[in-house]
């Protein structure tokens, strides 16, 4: 595989805003183990994205306010995991009118690279 989607950030008080939590029973020891794994795929060629929405995961980003909070806790977390993007799955809560409204403004500050 080329992608590999990480399952799955998880939404906050913050409309739109999201975070991730790496569940132990993945079996890391540290969160820096996860990182060094996350760093090891992309020199291999291979792209790391963060996965948003699933079965449970209700972002909502129904305002322009939550779309950029999306956007800016997406870019938050490209860079403190070193995620190259993001999967979006529609399944709960993305408005598509404010989702094309926080994706120009994630890709402006991902620049070119950003895989969706």
Known sequence: ??????????????????????????????????KADVAAKKAAGKSVIISVGGEKGNVTINSD?????????????????GFNGVDIDLEHGINSTYLTKALPQLSAKAGSSLVL
């Open 1 to 34: 595989y080329d992608i590999i989607a990480v399952s799955f950030a998880d939404a906050t008080a913050t409309p739109g805003q999201i975070t991730f939590n790496l569940d132990p029973a993945v079996g890391y020891a540290s969160v820096a183990d996860f």
């Open 65 to 81: 306010a939550s779309a950029t909070a999306f956007a800016n806790s997406t870019y938050a977390l490209m860079q403190e995991y």
